[in-house]
C-alpha cells in the first residue's frame, strides 16, 4: 500500500511528458503488432461470424440487435436524465478530490460509458452480419474483419471496468469517506456488471474466434481513452473522472503502463474462454459464470 500511495503523489516535477512518451509508445508499439499481423486483412467466414451453432440466426441476430438498442437506450438515458448525478473527481487545477453535480452529455465521458459504447457498436455490427446472412445477402469483407475484433476488445474492456469498480473504485472511495450509492444505480449497475453478462453469453453463443493478434486492439482503444481524459481535464472539464489517471502523478508512467498491460492482460482471459468453449460449451459456461459472479458487485456494501 506505501508503494501505491507513494505512485499517487506528486513529485517535484510534474510527469507530464515522461507519461505522454510512454504512452506513444506504447501506442506506435500496438499499431506496429496490429500492421505486422494482418489482423485487419485476415477475415473469419461469414458463418463463422453471421451465425451460431447453439441458438437460430432469427435468435441470434434478435439478441445481438436488442444488446445494441439496450446500449443506445442506456446512454441516452444518462446523457438527458435531468437529476444527472454526483460523484468524487479529482480538479485538474486544485488537485484535489472534491464532490461533484454533474448532468448532461458531459456524463458520457467517463470510461465505463466509452466501453459500453464500444459494447454496443460490436453488437450492432455483428447483429447486421446476422440479419444480412438471414436475408440471403454477403455481409461485407468489412465487417467479417471488425466484429470479431470489436467482440474481442469489448469483452477485454468490460472485464476491466468490472474488476476496476469492484476491486478499487468502491473500497478507494469508501476508505475516503465517499458515498457509493451512485454507482449502484440501474444503469450503472448494468454497465459494470450486465456488460460482462452479456458478453459472457454472447461468447458461448458465437461462431466467432478470439485470435491471438486481436491483443492490440484493447490497448490502442485505452490509449484512445487516456489520451480524451487529459483533453477533458484540460479544455473540457477541469476534472479527472478517475484520479489514478492524473498523468502528472509521480508514478503516472508506471500506473499508465500497468493499466494498458491490464487491458491486454484481460483479453487473454477472454481469448482462454473462447478456447474451453471452443473445448466444451458447458464447461465454459460454468467457468464464465463463476468467473462473472466473482468480479461483479451488485449491491452497495454500505447497505447491509
Known sequence: MAMIDGLMEY?????????????????????????????????????????????????????????????????????????????????????????????????????????????????????AATWIHASGGTVPEWVLVSSPILFSASYACAIMVTCTISF??????LAKGNRVSHLFTWYEILMHNGNVALLGVSLLVNGMEVEFYFLAFPAVFGVAYVTWAAIYANFISGVFIYDFMDYRRRGAPVIYLALLSLQISFFFVVMALDRIAEWNTVLAAVVISAMTWRISTVKDPTQG
Open 11 to 127: 513529485g517535484d516535477r510534474d510527469k507530464g511528458p515522461d507519461t505522454a512518451i510512454l504512452t506513444l509508445l506504447f501506442l506506435v508499439l500496438m499499431l506496429f503488432f496490429i500492421s505486422e499481423s494482418g489482423s485487419l486483412e485476415a477475415s473469419q467466414t461469414q458463418e463463422q461470424v453471421a451465425t451460431s451453432s447453439i441458438v437460430p440466426d432469427a435468435a441470434l441476430g434478435a439478441f445481438r440487435v436488442a444488446c445494441s438498442i439496450l446500449v443506445i437506450v442506456t446512454l441516452s438515458w444518462i446523457a438527458l436524465d435531468p437529476k444527472g448525478s454526483s460523484d468524487h473527481p479529482l480538479y485538474f487545477k486544485e488537485r484535489e478530490i472534491l464532490p461533484r453535480k454533474v448532468v448532461g452529455p458531459t456524463r458520457l465521458a467517463a470510461f465505463t460509458m466509452w466501453h459500453f459504447a464500444l459494447i454496443g457498436v460490436s453488437y450492432g455490427v455483428s447483429g
Open 168 to 173: 478499487h473504485i468502491i473500497g478507494d472511495n
